[in-house]
């Protein structure tokens, strides 16, 4: 006998791009099913390690001449996830850095990147 279907919750705020229905969602109106809690976990994380890069590379005038003290760590994925478990957004054992790598380090620079363009875009739009 087929399964109920699960009741999503409704999204924040919903509209139509191109004709693309696009959800925004957040915490508290995430979307059930296998392995969802998962993905919000990694948002997070992914989340909270953009804002220590953009804090350290990036100003409102675009990235900065000087680097964070630990040094570029952002150059690779081994040197992003040492950095990331130096400041506590390693697993809770501390062993384990292969999502680090692998997941939250390309997520990061692929995001990190944009923002950079973004600033880039809007200092030459509006150079004041």
């Not at 693309?20 to 915490?27: L, M």
């Not at 675009?62 to 630990?70: E, I, T, V």
Request: glycine share 6%; charged share 40%; net charge neutral.
């Amino acid at each position: 006998m087929p399964r109920k279907k699960t009741e999503q919750p409704e999204p924040l705020d919903s509209f139509i791009v191109s004709g693309t229905i696009v959800e925004v969602r957040d915490e508290s109106c995430w979307e059930v099913g296998r392995g969802m809690h998962n993905n919000l976990s990694k948002e997070q994380r992914i989340d909270a390690a953009l804002e220590l890069v953009v804090d350290d590379y990036l100003t409102r005038e675009g990235r900065k001449n000087k680097l964070p003290r630990s040094g570029d760590y952002m150059r690779n994925a081994s040197e992003f996830a040492r950095e990331m478990e130096r400041r506590g957004l390693g697993t809770l054992d501390g062993c384990d850095d292969a999502s680090l790598r692998k997941s939250i380090y390309p997520e990061v620079k692929k995001r990190f990147e944009a923002f950079e363009r973004a600033v880039d875009a809007k200092n030459k739009s509006d150079p004041n």
